[in-house]
């Protein structure tokens, strides 16, 4: 069974920091690509980020330069660095990873989502 849990919210004041962590835990064999979404209330959930498995990466226009996702294959964890909070970026945030489990010969790749974590920027 698979788990991929967020962590790392907070309420933070404009200008300020979060640093995301997604991370797999479970009988995984690799995390692929993995994207982050969040959504504020009232709105639709929107696409952040991505990094898919090789470290390349790709960002909404709205948070670019300010977003910054990497990831630690050997702990099966994705993070998602958020500098020069903005009172917008208030949501929660979720993480979507392509894991694949089984074994060396029957190999599945399925899409999890995290729970999501709550970031408040505070103006």
């Known amino acids: 069974q698979v788990h991929v849990v967020e962590s790392g919210g907070g309420l933070v004041q404009a200008g300020g920091s979060l640093r995301l962590s997604c991370a797999a835990s479970g009988s995984i064999r690799s995390i692929g690509t993995t994207d982050w979404y969040r959504q504020a209330p009232g709105k639709e959930r929107e696409f952040v980020a991505r990094i898919f498995s090789g470290g390349t990466t790709n960002y909404a226009d709205s948070v670019s330069g300010r977003f910054t996702s990497s990831r630690d294959n050997a702990k099966n964890t994705v993070y998602l660095q958020m500098n020069s909070l903005k009172p917008e970026d208030t949501a929660v945030y979720y993480c979507?990873?392509?894991?694949?489990?089984?074994?060396?010969?029957?190999?599945?790749?399925?899409?999890?989502w995290g729970q999501g974590t709550q970031v408040t920027v505070s103006s």
């Open positions: 979507r990873a392509e894991i694949t489990t089984g074994s060396t010969t029957i190999r599945t790749t399925s899409t999890y």
